[in-house]
């Protein structure tokens, strides 16, 4: 009996313990796998509570970079919204000074890198003077929705046709300015007047009702 029962508690062992391996590698698996469903959920709840924004760096001033930060980010969103083509997954916009290539000044410049795996990165280079003269921030956000057709270029589809617009050039009226009557100015000398006579002036009263009478002398 002491015999068997010594042969016995390896085997006991040896059950045991494949056990206890196959369950801790079942729950190792579990764990994972529940790792990965969260972080997958948690990276789509983020990027539909924070909508995606293109990087955008401003060399200027604390307002104007603030601002023109803003109004490209929501110029970028909208036109691809309204495009309906995905974002591009790699996109700076830089907007500095001046914007040079080649010996020439431009009001912007796009360049797309792509890698070994084809996964393309885009910069856009915006210029906050061209050749001396200041650029408004209108002419800014013009010079990037014309560029971000290039970058979503493949996704938006072959180019059919293009026609520019002509310019009518309209005659402006021009304004009309009453003029104002000239006011007549008087005669110098008004000979139909009749001339005074001190004979028909009033006599004035003294303040105490009196006359006043020549002295005899």
């Known amino acids: 009996m002491e015999r068997r029962t010594r042969k016995r508690k390896p085997r006991l062992l040896r059950r045991w313990s494949e056990r206890i391996r196959r369950w801790t590698g079942r729950i190792a698996h579990a764990v994972i796998w529940c790792y990965m469903q969260l972080r997958t959920g948690w990276r789509a709840a983020a990027t539909r509570l924070r909508p995606w924004r293109p990087v955008v760096i401003v060399d200027a001033k604390r307002g104007r970079a603030r601002r023109l930060r803003r109004i490209l980010s929501r110029a970028t969103r909208a036109q691809l919204r309204a495009l309906g083509v995905p974002h591009p997954d790699h996109l700076l916009i830089v907007v500095q000074r001046t914007v040079e290539q080649e010996g020439h000044q431009w009001p912007s410049l796009l360049q797309v890198f792509e890698t070994e795996h084809q996964v393309r990165r885009h910069v856009l280079f915006l210029a906050l003077r061209v050749e001396g003269e200041q650029m408004s921030d209108g002419a800014i956000v013009a010079a990037l929705r014309q560029q971000l ?69």
């Open 149 to 217: 057709h290039e970058v979503v270029g493949e996704a938006l589809g072959a180019l059919v046709c293009a026609v520019p617009g002509v310019r009518t050039s309209t005659p402006r009226p021009t304004a009309v300015v009453p003029l104002r009557p000239v006011a007549a100015e008087p005669p110098p000398f008004d000979h139909e007047a009749p001339f005074p006579d001190d004979a028909d002036a009033p006599v004035e009263s003294a303040i105490d009702g009196a006359y006043a009478v020549v002295a005899q002398r």
